[in-house]
């Protein structure tokens, strides 16, 4: 039985819930961040709170989504020093190259070095001017 949701819910690819490569909790995880605003933080601590799983398995399937490229970490540096982590979380497998023109392109050009963000990239927006997982008529 399936329901018919009106808000509070997020529209998911099947590409990634048929990925073959994927393992379930990679599934899930990058399902449940998906499903946060696109300014939402990455927070590992907050994965470990909110899943069964700890503090390096969360940090395994976030490696494991970078290393599928449906997450890509941007490490910004000035004079050497680590000065901040950027997430960018992909709902498809998006190249190194494509997540760098997006960022280079985003509205996030002036964002503070010493946040860590995470943005969602839609690579295939159902309707325009809406972000994902929100319903255009609801």
């Given amino acids: 039985i399936r329901s018919e949701f009106k808000s509070n819910y997020t529209k998911i690819h099947n590409e990634i819930l048929n990925d073959p490569d994927l393992s379930a909790k990679a599934k899930g995880i990058l399902v449940q961040l998906l499903s946060k605003p696109d300014s939402w933080r990455l927070n590992v601590q907050y994965l470990v709170n909110t899943n ?66 995470a943005h969602v990239i839609d690579n295939n927006p159902p309707n325009a001017g809406t972000r994902p997982g929100t319903d255009p008529t609801g």
């Avoid at 799983?53 to 050497?80: C, D, M, P, S």
């Avoid at 020093?81 to 509205?107: N, P, Q, W």
Wanted: net charge negative; proline share 2%.
């Fill in 52 to 117: 069964k799983e700890g503090h390096y398995a969360i940090r395994a399937t976030i490696k494991e989504l970078e290393e599928k490229n449906f997450i890509h970490r941007f490490v910004a540096r000035e004079n050497g020093k680590i000065t901040g982590t950027e997430y960018l979380i992909c709902d498809r497998v998006t190249s190194r190259a494509d997540a760098e023109a997006f960022l280079e392109t985003s509205l996030c050009v002036d964002r503070p070095a010493q946040e860590q963000r």
